[in-house]
């Protein structure tokens, strides 16, 4: 099911990743000239921003201060991944539309002002989603976070408190890569990962699906389900 299409943000370019000069920019080449490019997704992305990576990008108007945005990168295994999150709420919201929760919702209010933060959507006036993004994959497993966040263990401990008032609650896990399964990232962030069991422990519901990025006709898809990891093994610690 198709659930975004790319091309609304504008004619897609090809180029060449060369390297990151900081969270938000990044330097790039275009038909052997270098440019500067706005990088949305503040993640470490340390294996894909890698020197000489192909990624699509779109020109940026002339008064902004990047001369493109990242969309997304290709993979050594040709596979398209997504590198920008200024529009997983969009696909996130177009798949719960199709049914990604397991049913077609009445209602959907986006941003919804809960204890100390912002959730991502309430649905149906009550159940409270909040959706986190993967695009780390270790041992064909996707793993969030991919950086230490103390914001995505806010988040967890606001869905627990609203399952105590009486909402139902739900961590929604997208993945951006075509992986077996989803685990938290123990090794870079234990107490993302501990929060995470605890909440579940306490009525959280986990959700997890995978989008595509189809190269021909640059639009993204819903990629099948994804299940928690059962009995993984011994991850390698990340770099």
Do not use: Q
């Amino acid at each position: 099911m198709e659930v975004y299409d790319l091309n609304k943000l504008g004619k897609i370019e090809e180029g060449i990743f060369l390297e990151r000069l900081n969270r938000f920019v990044g330097k790039i080449r275009v038909k052997n000239r270098v440019y500067s490019c706005h990088i949305a997704d503040t993640g470490r992305l340390k294996e894909i921003l890698t020197k000489d990576r192909k990624i699509w990008i779109v020109k940026n108007r002339a008064e902004l201060k990047t001369d493109y945005k990242l969309i997304s990168a290709e993979m050594e295994n040709d596979e398209m991944v997504l590198v920008n999150t200024s529009i997983h709420t969009k696909i996130a919201l177009s798949s719960i539309k199709m049914g990604v929760l397991g049913f077609i919702p009445d209602k959907i209010k986006p941003e919804f002002k809960f204890g100390n933060s912002r959730l991502d959507f309430l649905i149906n006036g009550n159940i409270l989603v909040e959706l986190k993004a993967s695009n780390l994959l270790v041992e064909n497993r996707c793993l969030f976070p991919d950086a230490p966040t103390e914001r995505g263990v806010k988040h967890l401990k606001e869905l627990l408190e609203a399952k105590r008032k009486g909402y139902e609650s739900i961590i929604l896990i997208m993945g951006l890569r075509d992986c077996d399964c989803f685990l938290p990232n123990k090794n870079l962030d234990t107490k993302f990962f501990d929060t995470f069991f605890n909440v579940l422990s306490g009525g959280v519901k986990f959700i997890g699906f995978k989008i595509r990025i189809n190269k021909e006709n640059k639009k993204i898809y819903i990629n099948g389900k994804m299940e928690i990891c059962k009995n993984p093994p011994l991850l390698k610690p990340n770099s």
